[in-house]
């Protein structure tokens, strides 16, 4: 993601009302002379800059030329693309057709419509996930939302809010910020999409996730998340995104689409930064 150039922009003196040409002609070299210098100027300071406080890979933080991941955590990113159900979004083997859904979303279909993700959730997804969540790196949100406003672009395109799984007060307190907040505020802005940041409430303080079972994690959320009374307007009838980092069994999505939708919200999809995938159960 390189960055623009430096452009200069020539300042010319001004000329009375009246001048002659001649004196016009005089003018101009010197205003053209100063223009060069101030742009000469503006490309040694960027040049000093850049070699003062170099540009860092968002992962690995070695120097990289531009922005975003440098080649090698690039190409260890793996990025979902289709083909991929169209109700979780986990990855396909092969394509095999159109609207064709996994066994997954047969046999246990979620409460929300559609869920997207940018990348699978390997190491260098990890470190981004970690760096963002509890090492108060927010200055990778804009990168990672940008990621991930391209996977769900079709559900952008219909979307009315975008709303953040919320953390409980307690554990915002401790953390001072909501990570998927960050998220999508960054998707917010890149979309035009309103965020609803205060919509969702986290109502009852939930164990951590990590290390419980699939029917664990559905009852550790099980009634943990609400509408605020006094936002209940920015829900009813909207078609909601919900956006988070991880997605793993799903089971806080589900949670957190039920609350929406029984306060009325028209259509809830889900938006990630990166999903888990079984790749022993494989779809398809």
């Not at 009375?16 to 101009?28: N, P, V, W, Y």
């Not at 992962?59 to 990025?79: H, I, N, Y």
């Not at 997207?116 to 990778?140: E, G, I, M, P, Q």
């Not at 391209?150 to 307190?173: C, Q, S, T, Y």
Request: glycine residues 8%.
């Amino acid at each position: 993601m390189p960055r623009g150039p430096v452009m200069a922009i020539a300042c010319l003196s001004g000329v009375r009302g009246g001048a002659s040409l001649k004196a016009m002609d005089a003018e101009t070299p010197s205003s053209s002379i100063l223009g060069h210098l101030r742009g000469a100027f503006a490309h040694a300071a960027k040049f000093a800059l850049d070699i003062a406080l170099p540009t860092l890979c968002v992962a690995c933080r070695e120097p990289v030329d531009g922005e975003g991941v440098c080649a090698a955590c690039w190409a260890k990113l793996s990025f979902i693309e289709p083909p991929y159900c169209p109700r979780l979004g986990i990855p396909f083997v092969y394509d095999p057709g159109p609207e064709l859904l996994s066994m997954e979303a047969i046999a246990n279909p979620p409460a929300y419509q559609r869920a997207r993700a940018a990348v699978r959730y390997d190491d260098v997804a990890r470190t981004l996930v970690h760096a963002l969540k509890y090492h108060d790196r927010t200055d990778l949100a804009p990168t990672m939302g940008g990621w991930m406003a391209r996977a769900g672009r079709e559900l952008l395109a219909e979307a009315d809010v975008l709303v953040p799984v919320p953390l409980h007060w307690r554990r915002g307190w401790s953390r001072r910020y909501n990570q998927s907040g960050a998220l999508a505020r960054a998707i917010g802005r890149q979309s035009g999409v309103k965020v609803a940041a205060e919509a969702l409430r986290r109502v009852r303080a939930t164990e951590q996730q990590i290390g419980l079972s699939r029917a664990q994690r559905a009852s550790n959320v099980q009634g943990a998340f609400k509408v605020a009374a006094d936002r209940m307007a920015d829900i009813q009838g909207r078609r909601v995104v919900l956006i988070d980092d991880v997605l793993t069994s799903g089971a806080t999505s589900d949670a957190c689409a039920r609350a929406l939708l029984r306060a009325k919200a028209a259509q809830v999809d889900v938006l990630v930064f990166a999903r888990v995938v079984d790749s022993h159960k494989a779809p398809i």
